[in-house]
Structure formats: C-alpha cells, structure tokens
C-alpha cells in the first residue's frame, strides 16, 4: 500500500491515464511533493525515464531509488535548463499538481495555514531570503492592495491593509497570531475560514511568485514536449485555472484565440476534452483537498 501521509495526491487515476504513457517514453514530474503522481507513473515505463522535479527540501525525502527516475532539486521554471543538462531535448509529457501538499498546510513551522501559530514563512524554496513577513511588514499600501485584491480576490481590502499598516506601525508582525491579531477587526464574522484563506493565498502567491512561475513554465512547455505528447495540469484556485485553460485553448494567458488564414486556431495545444474534469464524490469524500482540483490536458499539436 502507498503511504500517502505526507501528501494524498488528487485526481490521481484521470492524471495518469491523460498523460497516455508510453512504456519507453521521457515524462516529466514537475511537483514531486509526495511522490504520488510519480510513483503511479513509474510503473507504466520498462525502459522510458521519469524526470522529477521539487525546490522542497522536505519533498526531497520523499525521493525513492528507482532506475527509471531522476530527481532534481529545482523549481519547475528552470526544466528547460536541466533537461538540456541531460541531454534530452523533447518529452513526451509533462505533469503539474500545483496544489501546495497537506504536509505544508499540516506544518506550524511553514507558516501556510492560519490553523497553527508559528513564523509568517510560507516559502516553498526555504533557501530563499524573502517571505510573506517581508511582505506584511515592508511593502507599500498599494502593493498591499494589489496582491490582496488580485490574488485573494478580497473585497475589503482597505480595512484589511489599513489594520497591517495599523499594527505594523506600532510592532512588526511576525507570526501567524500577530497577523491574525491584526487583521481581527475585518475578518467577517461567521466567514472567517474562508476568508483567512484567501489572505493566505495571496500571500503564499506572492511570497513564491506562484503565477510568474506558472506562466513562465507554461510557455516552456511547448518547447519540451514532442508532436502529440501530453500537458495536465491540476489547478486548485480560479487564478491559475484560467492561466492554463487559457494558455492550452489560444496559446496565450488572455484567451483571446487567433486563427490562421485557413482557420486554424494559432496555439501549440490543443485541448483534449471538452470540460475540465474535477473529483468526484467520492474522491471529495476522501479527501477534502480535492473539491476545488481542475485537471487540464493539451495535446501538443
């Protein structure tokens, strides 16, 4: 049996069967994590290669000794570079769970839930020298507004920066339960799960760059990925869902789709199923992280 304590992977049986693995085909694991996904697709190559990549040094422990994988320690923007490394030029497909892992949002240390007290951290490359505490204290109001308007879609966003300017003024905020203290007097009653995470979205999104990255990783992967070879993705927030089905459907992030002068839509993918799948029931059930997962696949034309 699989040991899922660390990271329960979602939408794990539709992933795998979109990628369309061929047994002596190149795959590339862009969110190791657990190592879920990259297990299941393990054990449908004989001679293929599995190339997996994680900034995180706890999902680096997670790495399994196996003939047919190679892990990287690398952020999933820099694939093109290492795949050059390696001396491997075209892939046949490409896997992204973009969801952070129920290890991360299950760890005080980390900083990504505002279910425990601990240090605002939040980074996924914990070599890195910026985190959300960065941001909340030294940012300015409108780059405040900015991230808490555009990538937690929140709609008092004044109070919520006026209360961190408010605090941050008199002491630093530097754990979870500073911020929460701070932001108490804005935070709906009756709502406010759902709209802590949303706090804590944006600042995860901007602590980790999350949509520069995505965008960027994106519009390399038609670069890497052979005729006919396969793109999934699994999204967990509208931000990023509509980045990839935009990206997939026209071949740019706005959507807009231009076609050739015998009608051909310009984009390298095309999109291989009508709608986006999502979990079901039962899947939901197991696992509640799995109730805002869409899965996206392109076909590279």
């Known amino acids: 049996m699989t040991d899922y304590s660390y990271h329960k992977p979602v939408l794990l049986e539709e992933s795998i069967d979109a990628l369309n693995i061929k047994s002596d085909g190149i795959y590339v694991d862009a969110t190791f994590g657990g190592g879920g996904h990259s297990k299941e697709i393990i054990k449908h190559l004989t001679t293929g290669k599995l190339i997996a990549f994680d900034v995180d040094n706890d999902a680096q422990k997670n790495v399994f000794d196996h003939k047919n994988l190679i892990f990287i320690k690398s952020n999933f923007s820099f694939i093109p570079n290492f795949l050059k490394y390696i001396e491997i030029e075209k892939v046949d497909g490409i896997l992204a769970d973009l969801g952070v892992s129920s290890h991360h949002f299950n760890s005080s240390e980390r900083g990504f839930s505002y279910r ?11 070599e890195s ?34 209360n961190i300017l408010k605090h941050r003024n ?12 701070a932001i108490n007097d804005c935070t709906p009653k009756h709502q406010e799960y759902k709209y802590l995470a949303k706090v804590f979205q944006a600042l995860r999104i901007e602590t980790n760059k999350e949509l520069d990255v995505l965008k960027y990783f994106l519009q390399n992967s038609q670069n890497i990925v052979k005729q006919d070879g396969r793109l999934v993705v699994i999204t967990y927030h509208s931000l990023e869902d509509r980045l990839v089905k935009n990206y997939i459907k026209a071949g740019n992030f706005d959507g807009k789709v231009e076609q050739d002068l015998y009608g051909n839509i310009l984009s390298p993918w095309k999109p291989i199923q009508n709608k986006v799948i999502i979990a079901d029931n039962e899947e939901i059930d197991e696992n509640s992280r799995a109730r805002s997962a869409k899965l996206r696949i392109g076909i590279k034309k």
């Open 116 to 126: 425990f007290d601990g240090e605002l951290d939040m980074r996924m490359n914990q």
């Open 170 to 181: 008199q002491n630093k905020i530097n754990t979870i339960n500073d911020l929460l203290s």
């Open 129 to 162: 020298d910026f985190s959300a505490k960065n941001i909340i204290n030294e940012y300015k109001i409108e780059e405040l507004y900015r991230i808490f308007k555009q990538y937690g879609e929140i709609n008092n966003c004044k109070c919520l920066v006026d």
